[in-house]
């Protein structure tokens, strides 16, 4: 049965794409079978393994027109659900379904006991898409960049992801946050980790491994490849390993 995975930030531009991609690459060089799914209508998953304005794609199966099975896209190393700008009025149809929170934990049942592990990449928001793709996981990993503002929005999030959790889905965890862009070195950067590791709630829950910044990492998805496929021996490639071998370790 699946591990299901939000890869989820209520801030834009923190890694959640380059994270569901990249670690999402190295799990499947692990030799695990693994299914991405695109939840953002600005779909910079979908194009970054080269599906662009797929025919099928996941508005069809939130609308019922598609069954999941139908838009699976398989490629050599993983599987993608894709998604296209035209998500956002399919998100917008289901905004007054009973239930509408539940429908991805429904889509995804049947194909479940097909992966090891389904990441979901998420908007740069809390909306009805985001929510699904709590009420339907185990875990959810938090991406951020050591940044300025790095922590607005973390109390919320980490406050809705509680609320998803008693209300609608009980197993739901944070699996820990991951460091993206991150340079140990740099005052700012420590500034930010110490934040971190004086909040009782948070202080466990920090990823040992973090990704460096990397031209690489920046460059490979508009060449349609994972960090993997594009620079193999770069420090992205190394870090995203480090990283999928930390997380099996903790959560198999
Ligand atoms: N380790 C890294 N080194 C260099 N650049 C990086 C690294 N990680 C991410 N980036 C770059 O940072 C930018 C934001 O990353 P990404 O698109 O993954 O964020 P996001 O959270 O998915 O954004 P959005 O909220 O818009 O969906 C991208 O240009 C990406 O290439
Ligand atoms: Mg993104």
């Given at each position: 049965?699946?591990?299901?995975?939000?890869?989820?930030?209520?801030?834009?531009g923190?890694?959640?794409?380059?994270?569901?991609?990249?670690?999402?690459?190295?799990?499947?060089?692990?030799?695990?079978?693994?299914?991405?799914?695109?939840?953002?209508?600005?779909?910079?998953?979908?194009?970054?393994?080269?599906?662009?304005?797929?025919?099928?794609?996941?508005?069809?199966?939130?609308?019922?027109?598609?069954?999941?099975?139908?838009?699976?896209?398989?490629?050599?190393?993983?599987?993608?659900?894709?998604?296209?700008?035209?998500?956002?009025?399919?998100?917008?149809?289901?905004?007054?379904?009973?239930?509408r929170?539940?429908?991805?934990?429904?889509?995804?049942?049947?194909?479940?006991?097909?992966?090891?592990?389904?990441?979901?990449?998420?908007?740069?928001?809390?909306?009805?898409?985001?929510?699904?793709?709590?009420?339907?996981?185990?875990?959810?990993?938090?991406p951020?960049?050591?940044?300025?503002?790095?922590?607005?929005?973390?109390?919320?999030?980490?406050?809705?992801?509680?609320?998803?959790?008693n209300?609608?889905?009980?197993?739901?965890?944070?699996?820990?946050?991951?460091?993206?862009?991150?340079?140990?070195?740099?005052?700012?950067?420590?500034?930010?980790?110490?934040?971190?590791?004086?909040?009782?709630?948070?202080?466990?829950?920090?990823?040992?491994?973090?990704?460096?910044?990397?031209?690489?990492?920046?460059?490979s998805?508009?060449?349609?490849?994972?960090?993997?496929?594009?620079?193999?021996?770069?420090?992205?490639?190394?870090?995203?390993?480090?990283?999928?071998?930390?997380?099996?370790?903790?959560?198999?």
């Amino acid at each position: 049965m699946a591990t299901i995975i939000s890869i989820i930030n209520y801030k834009g531009g923190t890694g959640k794409t380059t994270t569901t991609l990249n670690f999402g690459a190295a799990l499947a060089k692990k030799r695990k079978k693994v299914l991405l799914l695109d939840f953002d209508s600005q779909c910079n998953l979908s194009l970054s393994t080269g599906v662009k304005n797929s025919e099928k794609h996941l508005g069809h199966v939130l609308a019922k027109k598609a069954t999941i099975e139908d838009v699976i896209i398989k490629q050599d190393l993983y599987s993608i659900v894709p998604s296209t700008q035209e998500l956002i009025d399919y998100e917008f149809a289901i905004n007054n379904e009973p239930g509408r929170e539940f429908i991805a934990k429904e889509f995804l049942e049947p194909i479940q006991d097909l992966y090891d592990y389904i990441l979901i990449d998420c908007p740069p928001s809390l909306g009805t898409l985001s929510i699904n793709s709590l009420v339907a996981a185990d875990y959810f990993i938090v991406p951020m960049q050591p940044e300025n503002f790095a922590f607005i929005g973390l109390d919320h999030l980490i406050g809705a992801t509680m609320k998803v959790k008693n209300r609608m889905n009980p197993k739901l965890e944070l699996a820990g946050i991951l460091f993206v862009k991150f340079a140990y070195r740099t005052k700012f950067a420590q500034a930010i980790l110490a934040n971190i590791l004086s909040d009782d709630n948070l202080k466990d829950k920090l990823f040992e491994s973090y990704i460096r910044q990397d031209i690489s990492v920046m460059e490979s998805p508009a060449f349609h490849k994972n960090i993997f496929e594009y620079a193999p021996h770069s420090r992205g490639a190394k870090d995203f390993k480090n990283f999928a071998n930390e997380f099996i370790k903790i959560y198999g």
